[in-house]
């Protein structure tokens, strides 16, 4: 697995103190000791022990012995400085200091940071798009196998491990979140897979989801897609669980080891949408409406089936489904302006397609597909049938579609506001996907060439953008780099 180079600004900038000391000779007013005190205290060491010593020490005893995380040139540090990122516990401070002051500070930082033998200046990574240039920084590092994302807020990240492990980072700390399910089915594919958060409006109680493959009680060879929630709350220590409750386990259990599917959404009618994958059987789980594989369920958050679903009624269908004939879906968002659930789902050797749900609708495996068998013999001829959803865009050869996320705010250029960007695990690389008004892909773009395998892209409020790298082990933030 090719390892991007990456020399970047700390983890932990948190520039902490807005109070300025007073001056030891009265001025005659407030406004005249303000003015009297910047001027006193202009260099880059005076404002750095006025602004930054309280969180990173004197004499810039952070800077010496650290690794970089957001670039470490001049220019680097100014933006940083300037426009802070907050999920690294950095604010901005560019209404409170001026260009010279951060100019001066960054100065002064760099040079305190030149003195470790070990240090080199070196630039974060740019990344040239067809019409902008973006810079990823790196967020964590080190990781295992990162799979899926989520915001506790714009300032907390939340994060899994395929292993097994649950994470947050704030103000640039990572923590472990401790007390998760005994019984995850950590092999092949399985493992601890996607992670929601969502706010209960009623009490404003704070709700943790995670998807995994379980094992069944009394057979560790077989396993199941199931969701579990938990209350989550903030502590001293860090962010801590309560118990767990089970939503759905996606029976029956199977011996296989692959295709669970496992993305979870809450839709802007309160209700849980949960991707499973058929398991590897396709002939046995995605006609059949008499299990859960092989589906996208809808229930409400505690796990109730809502009277609404399409298939109630039916006898001997499982009632949360909401839409069948899925192969392995392992992207879905909420489209911000539509409210409408888009998934994206792995066809065989090619076929893999991006779908805009509807109640009730089949979406064809395998009775259509656009992909093959992986040894290249055919699985059916047919592409369309009666009865059948045709995708929003396939992809001629599968790419190994792997998250998804919309590009929505203030920070990114008109012409990228709600492309989609698709993680490709079989190519290693992130995909720009341009929808034009008639709500079709007109153009594809290809981002993080040779990054590794992109497992998970999270959005916040803010409209920022996170990208899960398995193999590389990394979580980056990709920044658009616009014109002031």
């Not at 496992?262 to 058929?278: F, V």
Request: net charge negative.
């Amino acid at each position: 697995m090719r390892q991007p180079f990456f020399i970047l600004i700390p983890i932990s900038i948190l520039m902490g103190s807005f109070a300025f000391p007073r001056p030891n000779e009265p001025c005659e007013s407030p406004a005249n000791r303000l003015e009297s005190e910047l001027h006193l205290n202009s260099s880059g060491e005076a404002i750095y022990e006025q602004w930054c010593a309280s969180c990173h020490g004197t004499n810039g005893r952070d800077f010496l012995e650290r690794i970089w995380k957001l670039g470490s040139q001049q220019e680097d540090l100014e933006r940083v400085i300037a426009s802070g990122h907050p999920l690294l516990g950095m604010p901005a401070y560019r209404d409170a200091l001026s260009a010279e002051d951060i100019r001066n500070v960054a100065e002064y930082v760099l040079s305190k940071a030149k003195e470790s033998p070990s240090f080199l200046a070196a630039p974060p990574l740019f990344v040239q798009a067809s019409d902008i240039q973006l810079r990823a920084n790196i967020i964590a590092d080190g990781l295992d196998t990162p799979w899926g994302m989520d915001f506790l807020n714009d300032t907390a990240l939340i994060f899994t491990e395929r292993e097994g492990k649950l994470w947050t980072i704030q103000s640039g700390i990572k923590q472990e979140v401790t007390g998760l399910p005994h019984d995850i089915h950590a092999k092949g594919q399985g493992g601890l897979l996607d992670v929601m958060h969502w706010t209960e409006s009623e009490n404003q109680q704070n709700w943790i989801y995670l998807s995994y493959s379980k094992n069944h009680p009394n057979d560790k060879k077989l396993s199941a897609t199931a969701v579990v929630r938990s209350r989550i709350t903030k502590s001293k220590q860090g962010f801590k669980v309560d118990e767990w409750e089970t939503i759905m386990v996606a029976t029956p259990y199977g011996k296989t080891h692959h295709h669970y599917g496992s993305r979870l959404a809450m839709g802007n009618d309160n209700m849980l949408y949960i991707t499973c994958g058929e398991r590897g059987l396709r002939d046995v789980h995605p006609q059949s409406l008499e299990t859960y594989p092989g589906k996208v369920h809808r229930l409400h958050p505690d796990g109730k089936v809502p009277q609404d679903n399409p298939f109630v009624a039916v006898t001997g269908a499982i009632p949360s489904i909401w839409s069948w004939g899925h192969r392995n879906p392992q992207g879905m968002l909420i489209h911000p302006e539509t409210g409408a659930i888009w998934t994206h789902e792995h066809g065989p050797k090619g076929g893999d397609e991006i779908n805009v749900l509807k109640k009730a609708a089949n979406y064809g495996w395998p009775e259509i597909t656009f992909g093959r068998n992986y040894s290249g013999t055919v699985i059916t001829r047919d592409t369309a049938k009666v009865g059948m959803e045709q995708p929003l865009h396939y992809w001629l050869p599968s790419i190994g579609a792997c998250g998804m996320e919309i590009i929505h705010g203030d920070n990114w250029p008109e012409p990228w506001q709600n492309n989609l960007l698709v993680g490709s695990l079989s190519f290693e690389y992130l995909e720009r996907l341009v929808i034009d008004s008639s709500g079709r892909v007109s153009g594809r773009e290809e981002l993080l060439n040779d990054i590794g395998r992109v497992r998970d892209i999270a959005r916040n409020q803010r409209g920022d953008i996170y990208v899960a790298v398995e193999g590389a082990g990394l979580i980056l933030h990709l920044e658009p780099i616009l014109e002031n």
